[in-house]
């Protein structure tokens, strides 16, 4: 959302006007199959945007990650069968279905889509955002007086 921000009256976006759809989870966000959504952590520094997500039991294979139009969807679906036999009767079957997919729209002119990476490591993923060079904090610059 990148528009003039209307609280400090500048005309310069601030940062809660560009990263506001980034943080607005509750309208994009929904489970495939009514389950429950794993936990995600967003942390930004001066370089990047880092995010985490607990998904527990699953494996890298599991999950999809896309993005599409600035909108960067994370799903995941899991099948899992255990069944044991005595003489070729079932004397206990069990299998279970999971799935969820959530969505965030990334800040517009803020993130270097093309750098976007993840990993699935000890039942956590998480993905690097990085911002792109025009986004990123600079110091305050030194104007000499002649």
Known sequence: MNQLSKTNG???PSFF????????WNNSN???SGSSIPAVNIRETQENFEVEMAAPGMAKKDF???LDNGLLTISAERNQEQEQQNEGRYTKREFSYFSFSRSFTL???VV?????AARYE????RLL???REEAKPRPPKQISIR
């Open 64 to 66: 999809r990650i896309e």
């Open 10 to 12: 500048t005309l310069f």
């Open 129 to 131: 955002i990085p911002k």
């Open 122 to 125: 000890d039942g956590v993923l």
């Open 107 to 109: 800040p517009k002119n």
């Open 17 to 24: 006007d560009l990263t506001r759809e980034w943080m607005d």
């Open 112 to 116: 270097d889509e093309e750098k976007i």
């Open 30 to 32: 929904y489970a495939a």
